[in-house]
């Protein structure tokens, strides 16, 4: 199972399901963060604590716990 | 006068607050981040004939409330009285945005859409079909830009024409495995010849939906037992196609769905070229390696300017309050009037003006990184480093602000969702040093590490502060608010460039406001320090000196003995009394008692400090005109160890009285008040202590 946190940097994907309980599962999705979105990851900081990817038309940063939770298809 | 009261709403960082500065020409705090406005603000104008009241409500993402700030627009929209909704949309990011308009769409009132940031859409290739957009939402659509201020009048003048007309059903259309089973419900009501205040379709929507309201009134009609079947049938309909069983994910998916059908219908994008920019400067100052490093270098620059740039006015005002206060001892006289507006008004006011050049370079700083989109990739850069202290990324927002003044920072961190994140946060903000503590910091920096390094030592006071607030953060983190980390999930704003009229605009602002803080509050305490220092009068220790100054052979032993009745005056007036008597508890520090009355009268204000100092050094050295600059004074008067723990002292206790309450407020309780006030006081002890020793030894 492929999740959001092992992309690299300019890798892209699609977003297969979202791990996240209530609170935070419609955070991301209001975000634009949910099934079938594309996602595109921007950038890794150093010790691949947190990463900044794109979706839709707006970057998002997320630490890689919560890119853990995000099932995703490399394309 | 008709009165109109309108509420504005959409996602944060979409130019609300903006929007209403374009309007009614108000002055809103505006910043290119998520979360500037936090609490909502009205502004009122007056506009053909109609009094209009907007509110603007902080911006939230979704109606589901996450966030403290969120809550508050929620509330608002649901609880308040209001005429009708304008919904600022980013038009550059419509199919988001519109998800929330459909949420808003459902709460049954006019409502307006302002497309905002058109320029910007425009620059991008960007083209909304607002016509379309409007046919398809069923309210009016209108293009504006906050920035150029186009298209404002237009939407004042489709604001007052809804307000003319009856509210009209919007046009949300779900997908077509919704719409059946609401057709399916419907038919059903009309087959029973059922009517209520609701309309069919809208009752059939809110059984679905699970309203709670809506299933306690049906449940007392008759048509009920017949209707829960075929309601159960439809929500099983529903579950197997969406593969769920949460009827909120269900919508949300289905509002979702509607708003990327809305903006496909109506958006076309030529090129996507400019985006690019934000791509390039992204590379380079969220970089891997050099991302943190440019950022330090970005402050040290900051301070670097602070002190250096900030010197050349300051002597210029230096020299204006020294010739001020000489030309009113021309018209006052020497006497009691004299001395209280030369050394107590003029003396306290022009400590504290002094540093108005620095206190505006740091704000230019901060506005830059609140305007520039900068802000929140500090943010990204620092989270893993916060996190590691157990302080959340977004957290970096209000501790940022904290450098220009604790009270906005502690409103800020409502942007932080949980409880305890948010209290840690409050509890450290009072380390990163506010602008009114840099005038102490200036002038201590600049008495004892010379010119040369004073810009460095100022950096180097802000860096241990904000460390020292890092290792206490981590403390509260494993002692007091225990818990588990939040999520850390942040929108990234486009850089923009921010206008020079804002800017200017936002530090002017600050200005003044320092200005009007030492026009007023200054006078007063520098008043009230100089009569506390001059009073009660001794005419016998007064008497005894003038017959041994009379007696004294030379200039010298005469200058000694004055200055010696200064001081003795001096410790004997009530100032001197307090600062005596308290005295043992800084005596540790090395503090003399002229210090301790100026960290005391500090808790009020952090410039008091400055001006105390002014005023009682002012007094002390009335005598000798040798040296006239307070840079000096405190030179003299100060041993060095001493300095370093004073400057210790102030990084980390209380901000001032102001703050203080905000804090209560913001934290929910005057319990957690008096926890900071204890806990800040023994730590900045602690720390003066450690700091003073070593300097000691080291000297």
């Known amino acids: 199972m492929a999740t959001l946190a092992g992309l690299e940097a300019n890798e892209d994907a699609v977003v297969l399901k979202v791990n996240a309980d209530g609170e935070l599962k419609r955070r991301l999705f209001s975000l634009g963060l949910r099934k079938s979105s594309h996602v595109r990851v921007k950038a890794v900081s150093l010790n691949k604590s947190t990463m900044e990817i794109e979706t839709g038309a707006c970057m998002l940063a997320l630490r890689f716990e919560e890119a853990k939770k995000i099932e995703v298809e490399k394309i | 006068m008709k009165h109109l009261k309108i509420a504005l709403v959409g996602q944060p960082n979409v130019g609300k607050s903006m929007l209403i500065n374009a309007i009614s020409n108000s002055k809103l705090r505006v910043g290119n981040f998520s979360g500037v406005t936090v609490e909502k603000t009205e502004v009122s104008f007056d506009f053909h004939g109609f009094a209009i009241r907007i509110i603007d409500l902080p911006g939230t993402y979704s109606l589901n409330e996450y966030t403290q700030d969120e809550r508050v627009t929620k509330e608002f929209l649901e609880n308040e009285e209001y005429d009708m909704i304008i919904n600022v949309v980013d038009s550059t990011n419509l199919e988001r945005n519109l998800f929330l308009t459909t949420q808003l769409l459902e709460l049954d009132k006019k409502m307006i859409v302002a497309l905002n940031m058109m320029d910007e859409a425009t620059k991008e290739g960007t083209c909304i079909d607002e016509e379309q957009l409007s046919n398809i939402l069923g309210v009016p659509c209108v293009k504006v830009s906050a920035v150029t201020k186009t298209g404002i009048v237009k939407l004042l003048n489709r604001t007052i024409d809804m307000s003319n007309f009856a509210y009209e059903e919007s046009k949300l259309i779900y997908s077509d495995t919704v719409e059946e089973e609401i057709a399916n419900i419907s038919a059903f009501l009309k087959a029973k010849n059922y009517s209520s205040n609701i309309v069919n379709r809208k009752l059939a929507l809110k059984l679905l939906q699970e309203d709670i309201s809506i299933y306690k009134k049906m449940h007392d009609e008759p048509i009920w037992i017949q209707l829960l079947p075929i309601v159960r049938e439809a929500l099983n309909h529903l579950y197997i196609h969406y593969d769920t069983k949460d009827i909120d994910d269900i919508f949300a998916e289905e509002k979702a769905a509607f708003a990327k059908g809305a903006a496909m219908e109506t958006v076309q994008c030529r090129s996507r070229d400019v985006k690019s920019a934000t791509e390039k400067i992204d590379s380079i100052l969220i970089h891997k390696i050099f991302g943190i490093p440019i950022f330090l270098f970005f402050m040290w620059g900051l301070f670097q300017l602070t002190f250096e740039l900030g010197s050349i006015p300051m002597d210029w005002i230096s020299v204006f309050f020294t010739s001020l206060s000489d030309y009113s001892r021309t018209i006052f006289g020497d006497g009691e009037?004299?001395?209280?507006?030369?050394?107590?008004?003029?003396?306290?006011?022009?400590?504290?003006?002094?540093?108005?050049?620095?206190?505006?370079?740091?704000?230019?700083?901060?506005?830059?990184?609140?305007?520039?989109?900068?802000?929140?990739?500090?943010a990204f850069l620092l989270d893993g480093f916060f996190h590691k202290f157990g302080l959340h990324g977004k957290s970096f927002i209000p501790l940022v602000t904290g450098f220009g003044c604790s009270v906005p920072a502690y409103m800020s961190a409502r942007t932080l969702k949980n409880d305890k994140d948010r209290l840690i946060t409050l509890f450290i903000i009072g380390f990163m040093s506010c602008g009114a503590r840099l005038p102490i910091y200036v002038l201590f920096a600049g008495a004892f590490f010379g010119a040369q390094n004073a810009g460095n030592v100022l950096f180097a006071i802000y860096i241990v502060g904000a460390m020292f607030g890092l290792v206490a953060a981590k403390f509260l983190k494993v002692f007091v608010f225990k818990g588990k980390d939040e999520p850390f999930v942040m929108e990234m704003p486009k850089y923009r460039m921010p206008s020079f009229k804002l800017i200017w605009h936002t530090v002017m602002t600050k200005s003044i406001m320092y200005l009007k803080k030492a026009g007023t509050f200054i006078l007063v305490a520098s008043i009230f320090i100089w009569f506390s220092s001059n009073y009660p009068k001794q005419p016998d220790l007064e008497k005894e000196y003038s017959k041994k100054i009379e007696l004294a052979q030379s200039e010298p032993e005469k200058s000694v003995l004055t200055n010696e009745l200064t001081r003795r005056l001096l410790e004997n007036s009530y100032l001197g009394i307090i600062g005596k008597s308290t005295e043992p508890l800084f005596s540790p520090l090395g503090f003399d008692w002229r210090m301790t009355v100026a960290l005391e009268t500090g808790l009020a204000a952090k410039e008091v400090v400055v001006s105390t100092l002014g005023v009682l050094y002012s007094l002390g050295e009335s005598v000798t005109e040798e040296d006239n600059g307070l840079v000096d004074a405190i030179k003299k008067n100060i041993p060095f160890p001493a300095a370093v723990s004073f400057i210790l002292f102030v990084m980390i206790y209380l901000p001032c009285f102001a703050a203080s309450i905000v804090f209560a407020k913001e934290s929910g309780s005057y319990k957690y008040l008096l926890y900071l006030f204890i806990f800040t006081t023994s730590v900045a002890w602690g720390f003066s202590f450690i700091g003073y020793t070593l300097t000691k030894m080291i000297i």
């Open chain 2, 337 to 378: 009037l004299g001395s209280m507006i030369a050394d107590g008004a003029i003396a306290g006011v022009g400590a504290v003006v002094l540093f108005l050049p620095n206190i505006m370079i740091l704000f230019f700083g901060i506005a830059l990184l609140e305007t520039t989109g900068y802000m929140s990739r500090v």
